[in-house]
């Protein structure tokens, strides 16, 4: 196993198969224009099961399927299995924004994807309307029942919470989630690159997340870190068992215990969400470059890690956006839809 400077291990990767999306969050991606990756650039499948296969060789055993929106890359499942059995890669997950996700969900189940994660940000189609532009909110929840039915280890619901746009539907998105036998993560408003709308104002902290749902339901515990302590969200136990996460990633970071990087679409590899610049592996792999001449990049690199990138930004004062438009235009793998969030 790799270990960076300060000892994380290189554990796992998020692949994004695409920069385009067909929702427009606020939270994300919420400008009219944007810059995409060239066409060109853009991996193939054999180049992406490549890459995944000489990570896996170094220790990534925890592959997710990221965008954009992942679904968008034509015959998804396919690629799925080609990453399915690659030896080491023991839990290989996908988010989705779920608009396409009942047409596809069985075709993957049955290619080998074991986990999804589906972005559901309201139960309100008008809030939906407001927040992505789309009024496709009935599709998401049909893609949540087809994964349920696909048989999916676990399904999750991704929440990303903001003041004065969905703060107030905390237990409702708890008792959906409860019915649908899936579990919800509330994530905090992150300033990340794309974020042109964010302002501290808007951040709902973990903290005032308890105390919201607490009023409502009394003691809150939390539950003990699992199998896998590096896992983002911390969970915790209603008094009727339902368990429920939260991703403090704005006022809590756990990039202390980090083993995730990222892999863009056209094969620039991040080793922080916020790192201001990642590496090009797509020109090694495409020139030629062995798997062990890969490897060697990969690690070198990995063992030069020192990104901590959310705790320095809470350590700034008068935070604010992490990029202006300009920037992002300039350089379209600043923008998290491009990194896969
Ligand atoms: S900010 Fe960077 S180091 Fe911290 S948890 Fe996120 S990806 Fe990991």
Not at 121 to 136: C, K, V
Not at 153 to 160: F, G, I, P, S
Request: proline share 5%; glycine share 8%; aromatic share 6%.
């Amino acid at each position: 196993m790799v270990r960076d400077v300060l000892a994380r291990p290189l554990a796992s990767l998020r692949v994004s198969v695409t920069d385009r999306c067909n929702l427009r969050c606020r939270y994300c991606m919420p400008e009219q224009e944007y810059v995409w990756l060239p066409k060109d650039s853009i991996l193939t499948f054999e180049e992406i099961a490549r890459l995944v296969r000489v990570f896996a060789g170094l220790g990534v055993e925890k592959v997710r399927l990221t965008g954009g929106e992942p679904l968008l890359r034509h015959d998804l499942p396919a690629l799925t299995a080609m990453l399915a059995p690659i030896p080491g890669v023991r839990d290989l997950a996908m988010t989705t924004n779920g608009l396409l996700l009942a047409k596809q969900a069985d075709a993957l189940r049955r290619a080998g994807l074991r986990r999804v994660t589906v972005s559901l940000d309201t139960l309100r189609p008008e809030r939906m309307r407001a927040l992505a532009r789309s009024d496709r909110h009935a599709d998401v929840l049909a893609g949540i029942v087809a994964a349920r039915r696909a048989g999916f280890e676990r399904v999750k619901l991704n929440t990303v919470v903001i003041r004065g746009v969905n703060a107030d539907e905390l237990a409702e998105l708890i008792e959906f989630a409860r019915v649908q036998d899936a579990e919800v993560r509330f994530i905090e408003y992150m300033d990340v690159g794309g974020a042109t709308e964010w302002s501290a104002e808007q951040v709902v902290s973990q903290r005032e997340m308890l105390e919201i749902l607490s009023r409502r339901y009394g003691a809150i515990a939390p539950v003990p870190a699992g199998a896998d302590p590096a896992a983002p969200a911390e969970r915790f136990r209603l008094p009727d068992g339902t368990t429920f996460g939260i991703i403090a990633s704005t006022t809590a970071p756990f990039c202390r215990s980090c083993d995730r990087s990222r892999l863009t679409a056209d094969g620039t590899w991040f080793l922080c969400l916020y790192a201001e610049r990642g590496m090009d592996l797509r020109a090694p792999l495409r020139a030629g470059a062995s798997d062990a001449e890969l490897a060697e990049l990969i690690s070198a690199a990995w063992r030069g890690r020192t990104d901590r990138g959310a705790e320095e930004r809470l350590a700034l004062a008068g935070r604010t956006v992490l990029y202006p438009r300009e920037a992002l235009r300039a350089d379209p793998r600043r923008e998290m839809h491009t990194r896969g969030g």
